[in-house]
């Protein structure tokens, strides 16, 4: 101990320059260093979303759902699959080993769903990764009682989602729904609720 204290004491200058480079260095580390709130973390899921405009929940799983989970269960570094179908929307979550590539795992899993044969109905399924940054900012629902769930979501693809688009700060637009059905829920012959 006493010999870096008659080190610092014979050395000012030395030791004085140093702490102005470390310093230095630090603010300009700190100045260059990118800043997120919520960091882009690579998660090892991918999801697969395919429209099936006028399916109900059952058909979308029977066509849709269960001919991709059953393709792409058998994958090479797949960990697990989960699916959930709606009416009108297959959604199915890939998740792999944390070892693993996603940039060949997602060029794998589109070279799969490709031999897939889906209903001349259905659209394309799109495949995106999932991450942190994912988390919406803002979501809103969209209802009409005039069209059914394949002609509101072409109104809202075609009209709203460009004019969200082009605000200032929007990243990007996701368009998800499917159709609820009118039904009432009865308790010993009374009426509780109308839905839809």
């Not at 940039?103 to 995106?128: F, H, W, Y």
């Not at 969209?142 to 693809?157: C, G, H, N, Q």
């Not at 009865?186 to 839905?195: H, Y």
Request: charged share 25%; net charge negative.
């Amino acid at each position: 101990m006493k010999s870096i204290i008659n080190f610092v004491l014979r050395n000012k200058f030395a030791v004085w320059l140093l702490t102005l480079i470390v310093a230095a260095s630090g603010i300009y580390s700190s100045t260059r260093m990118k800043m997120e709130t919520i960091p882009d973390i690579s998660i090892p899921y991918l999801m697969v979303m395919t429209a099936y405009p006028g399916a109900t929940a059952e058909e979308v799983m029977d066509k849709v759902s269960i001919p991709i989970e059953k393709t792409v269960e058998n994958l090479e570094g797949v960990k697990a699959v989960y699916s959930t179908s709606y009416a009108g929307l297959s959604s199915i979550q890939v998740e792999y080993d944390y070892e693993q590539n996603m940039a060949d795992a997602r060029r794998e899993l589109q070279n799969a769903i490709d031999d897939v044969t889906l209903p001349d109905e259905a659209m394309e399924p799109k495949i995106s990764g999932i991450s942190m940054n994912m988390m919406p900012v803002l979501a809103f629902s969209v209802s009409s009682s005039k069209e059914d769930i394949a002609e509101l979501t072409s109104t809202v693809e075609d009209i709203l989602v460009p004019r969200i688009e082009k605000i200032e700060g929007v990243a990007s637009v996701t368009v998800t729904g499917q159709q609820i059905e009118e039904a009432e829920l009865k308790f010993d012959g009374q009426k509780l609720a109308s839905l839809g």
